[in-house]
């Protein structure tokens, strides 16, 4: 069983930065990307970014970029979200994923497993 267990979460002030970490686990874990992805309330799911774990490259979508950096650590088979000058608007739950590619907004079926989420709130 693959886990996927994300952390890091909290309340902000805007301005600040936060780190959010997703760390897999799990005997047959061997998924070529992880991404982050997250939903604000009444909001549909956003793609931020995603990382291939062999060769590090990252693709990000348009608006995740500048302020959002994505990272991974392979000896700890974790992923990082390195989010900058927070913004009210980015208050979400932010979720990891196991991707089949490394592409930013996988479609559903490029997606192998999901983490639990960690809810990011940035106060103003």
């Known amino acids: 069983q693959v886990q996927l267990v994300e952390s890091g979460g909290g309340l902000v002030q805007a301005g600040g930065s936060l780190r959010l970490s997703c760390a897999a686990s799990g005997r047959t874990f061997s998924s070529a990307a992880m991404g982050w992805f997250r939903q604000a309330p009444g909001k549909e799911r956003e793609s931020v970014a995603a990382?291939?774990?062999?060769?590090?490259?990252?693709d990000y979508a348009d608006s995740m970029k500048g302020r959002f950096t994505i990272s991974r650590d392979n000896r700890k088979n974790t992923v990082y979200l390195q989010i900058d000058s927070l913004r009210p608007e980015d208050t979400a739950i932010y979720y990891c994923?196991?991707?089949?590619?490394?592409?930013?907004?996988?479609?559903?079926?490029?997606?192998?497993?999901w983490g639990q989420g960690t809810q990011v709130t940035v106060s103003s």
């Open positions: 994923a196991a991707l089949r590619s490394t592409y930013y907004d996988p479609q559903a079926n490029d997606i192998d497993y």
């Open positions: 990382i291939s774990w062999s060769s590090g490259r990252t």
